[in-house]
């Protein structure tokens, strides 16, 4: 194996990302719409956030490592907004998914440490990953308010419909102030 190849081969995907548009916001007509490695920073960096005001003990590097591997196989599968899933069988986005991240990472030595924190983040049932999926979810309302606020974007209220559950009481607070914002500044 040629590790540089392998190396720079992994770093392609990763960067790939960056050109892949966060489709949810292009279909409710958002001009410039953020990508996938602008969202994943977003998550990396509320999850950071987020471990600062945690009860819990959270290995840090673990949560971190979740929270940039997160998105990282839609560098092949791009993103397929979520009510496109509805129409294919149960679970097969994590199959999908699943697939995508093997063969991104493949031949690369530590390919199984990451595809573990990987699967351990989908598996939902450690800390880090309840405080990952919360730091996904946060820096999509985060999203959708600037949105609405430059914007005036209306298409973007589905987001707010159904109100999500949270693990962690910070991201329940910042989500909760961002829906106080939103009805004063909004309506």
Known sequence: ????????????????????????????????????????????????????LSDETLDLSKLLTMAILHDLPEGLTTDIPSPAWRYLPP????TVERGALS????????????????????????????LTHDADKIDLYIQAYIY?????????AEFWRDEPAFYSPAAQAVYDWLCEERVITIT
């Not at 595809?115 to 880090?128: I, K, M, S």
């Not at 609405?148 to 973007?156: A, I, S, Y």
């Open 1 to 52: 194996m040629n590790d540089a190849a392998e190396i720079a081969r992994l770093l392609l995907h990763g960067n790939q990302l960056k050109r892949t548009a966060r489709t949810g916001w292009v279909q409710r007509g958002v001009v410039n719409a953020e990508n996938v490695a602008a969202h994943s920073y977003g998550v990396a960096f509320t999850a950071l956030i987020l471990a600062q």
């Open 91 to 94: 679970d097969i986005k994590l």
């Open 103 to 130: 063969d991104i990472l493949a031949g690369l030595p530590f390919q199984d440490d990451l595809q573990a924190v990987w699967e351990e983040l989908h598996a939902g049932q450690t800390a880090e990953a309840r």
């Open 148 to 156: 609405e606020q430059q914007t005036g974007n209306r298409q973007l």
